[in-house]
């Protein structure tokens, strides 16, 4: 069993930063995709940002030049680091991983983001 941990959780003005942490229990070169996904209220939970074990990264376009995901290899940890943040940003924002060798997916409990004046 994957077990992920995050943190961040913040209440942040707009225009300001926030970088969001996904500590997994396993090294993350076991997963051949890490990645981060949001859920707003009364919306689906959708594909903020995830990245390739070969490093490729993918962003929705409502993120695209403002976000960055990231891996530390030697910390088994993701990051996601969020600037410029919108209202539009809040939500709840989940980690996922999927197995490399399971293909099984695994999510973290969610941390609440909020972008408010």
């Known amino acids: 069993q994957v077990q992920l941990v995050e943190s961040g959780v913040g209440l942040v003005q707009p225009g300001g930063s926030l970088r969001l942490s996904c500590g997994v229990s396993?090294?993350?070169?076991?997963?051949?995709?890490m990645g981060w996904y949001r859920q707003a209220p009364g919306k689906e939970r959708e594909l903020v940002a995830d990245i390739t074990s070969g490093g490729r990264t993918t962003y929705a376009d409502s993120v695209k030049g403002r976000f960055i995901i990231s891996g530390d290899n030697a910390k088994n940890t993701m990051y996601l680091q969020m600037n410029s943040l919108k209202p539009e940003d809040t939500a709840v924002y989940y980690c996922?991983?999927?197995?490399?060798?399971?293909?099984?997916?695994?999510w973290g409990q969610g941390t609440q983001v909020t972008v408010s004046s």
């Open positions: 996922n991983v999927i197995s490399a060798y399971t293909t099984l997916s695994y």
């Open positions: 396993r090294s993350i070169f076991s997963f051949n995709t």
